[in-house]
């Protein structure tokens, strides 16, 4: 069996060893050798942003912000749903991974980074939530591995009360925020719905056409009628909202 080969390596923050690797066609991003993403899974990454933007369908001129580049899916995904005079900014806190997506990942996504429609921002997200009240349509949120951080354990305080009040700040009235967590979280689930908004949870699949949803997208808004317009085939329930 051929083994997997190591392309480029960098630390977090917190100083956890973060590595791509290839094994034939195929990429992986590793954290202290643990598995984090794979080229191969990534439908969430995709619905992270069918369901995130689903309310911007016929807006000419929609600003949405995607939170953690990883390899690139949820960016792409969301620049072929929107129009031309769209701009996605994506921040990405390490230039490490940026580079990886040029050096390496792009052929994967069709380059989204070289499309005139994307700004890049390289550090914390949550720097440029804060300073953006009230820009964005859609915040599409893939930071670290969820709100149960396993890179860098200051992302933690992005998923805080705090953190979701500032993403709603970041937001215009009838805007979304979308979550993307690799796993279920009931406790920070029941912080969601603690706050004023409507809030619908998904789960959703890693692999294109598998039976098996085990990934969670909590989708978040002012907007009663944001929220109802996503259909998903991963939906838990109905919407459910504490005003």
Same mark, same amino acid.
Request: charged content about 20%; some cysteine.
């Given at each position: 069996m051929k083994k997997r080969t190591q392309l480029a390596?960098? *630390?977090?923050?917190?100083?956890?060893?973060?590595a791509l690797l290839q094994h034939d066609d195929e990429f992986i991003i590793t954290v202290d050798r643990q598995d984090?993403?794979?080229?191969?899974? *990534?439908?969430? %990454?995709? %619905?992270?942003?069918?369901?995130?933007?689903? *309310?911007?369908?016929?807006?000419?001129?929609?600003t949405v912000l995607v939170g953690g580049l +990883?390899?690139?899916?949820? =960016?792409?995904?969301?620049?072929?749903?929107? +129009?031309?005079?769209?701009t996605v900014v994506v921040a990405e806190l390490l230039p490490e991974i940026v580079r990886w997506n040029r050096d390496y990942l792009g052929e994967l996504t069709? *380059?989204? =980074?070289?499309?005139?429609?994307?700004?890049?921002?390289? +550090?914390?997200?949550?720097? /440029?939530?804060?300073q953006s009240p009230g820009l964005f349509d859609a915040i599409l949120?893939? /930071?670290?591995? +969820?709100?149960?951080?396993?890179?860098?354990?200051?992302?933690? %305080? =992005?998923y805080s009360p705090a953190g979701i009040h500032a993403c709603?700040?970041?937001?215009?009235p009838t805007g979304c925020l979308a979550i993307w967590s690799a796993f279920d979280d009931p406790p920070f689930e029941r912080r969601l719905r603690q706050t004023s908004l409507h809030v619908r949870s998904f789960r959703v699949p890693a692999y294109a056409g598998s039976s098996s949803y085990h990934c969670c997208i909590w989708l978040a808004s002012r907007d009663r009628n944001s929220l109802e317009q996503v259909q998903s085939t991963g939906c838990r329930g109905p919407l459910v909202t504490t005003r």
């Open positions: 390596t960098t *630390h977090s923050p917190d100083g956890s060893l973060l984090l993403m794979l080229s191969r899974a *990534h439908e969430s %990454e995709l %619905e992270l942003a069918r369901i995130g933007c689903t *309310h911007l369908a016929g807006q000419q001129t929609p +990883g390899m690139g899916y949820t =960016l792409r995904q969301t620049l072929d749903l929107l +129009g031309a005079r769209a069709n *380059h989204p =980074l070289q499309d005139p429609r994307v700004v890049l921002k390289i +550090g914390d997200v949550a720097d /440029v939530i804060r949120l893939d /930071v670290d591995n +969820g709100p149960q951080p396993i890179t860098d354990a200051s992302n933690r %305080e =992005l709603i700040q970041a937001l215009r």
